[in-house]
């Protein structure tokens, strides 16, 4: 606009922080009340929803006033075990202090809720000024822990007024993510509530510092950690000493149905010597029959050993959960589910045993994928055809299958560590 001759520019004032703390609020808790709605017809929202009207209720029974809590929060099933190396140590290095773990999702909780690496195990209420405040007087952490992605504006605004030391560990930005965005000024403020952060990589760094963040260090991931952890334990299995018999394995692990589709045709064929493990995302006994039902091969279901002589199948097909990670040990090859669907599962747990991974085109922004793709440990196939072509490769020229498992193998051994370096920030808090 112009006033005598004069071009004046307009300013754009940026929402007040309340108002847009304001709106947060109301969106939560719509989102609530649409979750107790949707939870009627959806059975894994009703975990959602159920779990969180007990937690309260639980931490009142089980917390006293005298205890000394060390709030660990996790998403899920993948953060908790990123989580794990830290846990772990926190447990043994105070034990007079008690762990809580927080679960966000229901596929993290329903699976660790007995777990013995913490006291304590509940879902995280609903992020509302309400819950925090309720949560931190029952809880009255002395140290709080998020891992990699779990930002939540009320919890961290109140452990921030509080003066509750609060880290963020394995976090791991990207320049897509809000925090770096025109319209990100509310959650950029809501990062500069913790204490410290540690991150992944270099480049998390530089944007944070870039938003005038600069509390954080380099630690790595702490899942390294785990899976050397993993590595280190007995993981031998009675019943795949019986089923490898001797055979080279390939182990295909956290299966979607379209990786089924890419992996069916390859067995059926039956030109190579392998034997396959397949080990299914979905355990559900329909899509159990219908996965064993498309293979011609002699197959056997883990529900069904029993005493079984187990060297006369070639296909097992593990339809529980809690074993994948010591199957891998035995594996020569390795299939990691989920680059053809949702998202490509966790491909360090099979490269820690120096095998190759392969794994289909969806695997944008899982760092240590692509890492290794381009070192060459993990390789990407995009149809039955591609993998028909790698896997009779790698068993036909057990160089080739070598020298690719040995890249994984030593990129885990080379990026071990997170853990050490957290815990020593750690010891000057507590």
């Known amino acids: 606009m112009a006033a005598n001759g004069i071009y004046i520019k307009k300013r754009i004032l940026a929402p007040n922080e309340d108002s847009v703390f304001a709106i947060y609020n109301f969106a939560v808790q719509l989102s609530a009340l649409l979750l107790k709605l949707i939870a009627l017809f959806h059975p894994k929202i009703k975990l959602f929803v159920e779990g969180r009207k007990a937690a309260m209720p639980y931490l009142q029974q089980n917390i006293s006033p005298g205890d000394s809590i060390i709030w660990v929060h996790t998403a899920s099933l993948g953060e908790f075990e990123q989580g794990l190396p830290i846990i772990e140590q926190l447990k043994k290095s105070y034990p007079e202090h008690r762990i809580l773990v927080t679960f966000f999702s229901p596929s993290g909780y329903e699976v660790k809720k007995n777990t013995s690496a913490s006291d304590l195990v509940t879902y995280l209420p609903m992020d509302t000024k309400k819950?925090?405040?309720?949560f931190l007087d029952l809880v009255n952490p002395k140290l709080v822990i998020f891992?990699?992605?779990?930002?939540?504006?009320?919890?961290?605004?109140?452990?921030s007024q509080r003066s509750i030391p609060t880290i963020l560990i394995s976090a791991l930005f990207?320049?897509?993510?809000?925090?770096f965005k025109g319209h990100g000024g509310f959650m950029r403020k809501t990062l500069r509530h913790f204490t410290h952060i540690f991150v992944q990589d270099a480049k998390s760094v530089a944007l944070l510092s870039g938003i005038g963040i600069e509390n954080t260090d380099i630690s790595g991931d702490t899942r390294f950690d785990r899976v050397i952890e993993i590595l280190e334990r007995d993981n031998s299995l009675a019943f795949m000493?019986?089923?490898k018999n001797g055979r080279q394995v390939l182990v295909a692990g956290s299966t979607w149905p379209d990786d089924e589709e890419?992996?069916?045709p390859y067995i059926n064929r039956g030109e190579s010597s392998l034997k396959f493990v397949l080990a299914p995302h979905n355990i559900k006994p329909e899509h159990i029959h219908r996965l064993k039902s498309s293979l011609t091969k002699k197959t056997i279901l883990y529900s069904e050993l029993g005493n079984k002589d187990l060297s006369n199948y070639e296909v097992l097909i593990v339809d529980t959960i809690g074993l994948l990670t010591k199957i891998y040990s035995y594996a020569d090859i390795s299939y990691v589910g989920g680059g053809f669907a949702t998202g490509l599962h966790n491909t360090l747990e099979p490269a820690v045993y120096g095998i190759p991974v392969v794994i289909g085109p969806n695997f944008k922004g899982f760092k240590e994928a692509e890492d290794l793709v381009k070192k060459g440990g993990v390789l990407v196939v995009k149809s039955p055809k591609e993998f028909f072509t790698l896997v009779n490769d790698l068993v036909k020229d057990q160089?080739?299958?070598k020298r690719t498992g040995n890249i994984n193998?030593?990129?885990v051994t080379e990026n071990k560590g997170a853990s050490i370096q957290i815990m020593t920030y750690i010891r000057t808090l507590i």
């Open 147 to 159: 891992v990699k992605y779990e930002i939540w504006p009320n919890y961290l605004r109140s452990l």
């Open 174 to 179: 990207k320049d897509s993510q809000i925090y």
């Open 262 to 264: 890419v992996l069916v």
């Open 131 to 134: 819950n925090a405040k309720k």
């Open 409 to 411: 193998s030593t990129y």
């Open 241 to 243: 000493e019986d089923f």
């Open 399 to 401: 160089a080739y299958l």
